[in-house]
């Protein structure tokens, strides 16, 4: 059985900065597209970086040039580097394939704040 276990998030000051990693068990994590998504709340939950098998990237406009996604198949980690926070970045950050294979994990709780 697949598990996603999100990990790195906390509380930080707008300008900030968090690295999050989200461990992939149980899947040959090789092949799959993997994004990072967050859910605000209230809000619905969104999808906010993409990387392909291939290492391709792609970000939702509201976090472009301010986050970064990047993986270690070896490991079946992806992570999401993110600099300049901002208080509108406060969500609980989740990890799935880009189709939404698996069962979600807990996520992992980013807040910015001052």
């Known amino acids: 059985q697949v598990q996603l276990v999100e990990s790195g998030g906390g509380l930080v000051q707008p300008g900030g900065s968090l690295r999050l990693s989200c461990v992939v068990s149980g899947s040959i994590f090789r092949v799959y597209d993997m994004g990072w998504y967050r859910q605000a709340p209230g809000k619905q939950r969104e999808l906010v970086a993409v990387i392909t098998v291939g290492g391709t990237t792609n970000y939702a406009d509201s976090v472009k040039d301010r986050f970064t996604i990047s993986r270690d198949n070896p490991k079946n980690t992806v992570y999401l580097q993110m600099n300049s926070l901002k208080p509108e970045d406060t969500a609980v950050y989740y990890c799935?394939?880009?189709?939404?294979?698996?069962?979600w994990g807990q996520g992992t709780q980013v807040t910015v704040s001052s």
């Open positions: 799935n394939t880009r189709r939404q294979n698996f069962q």
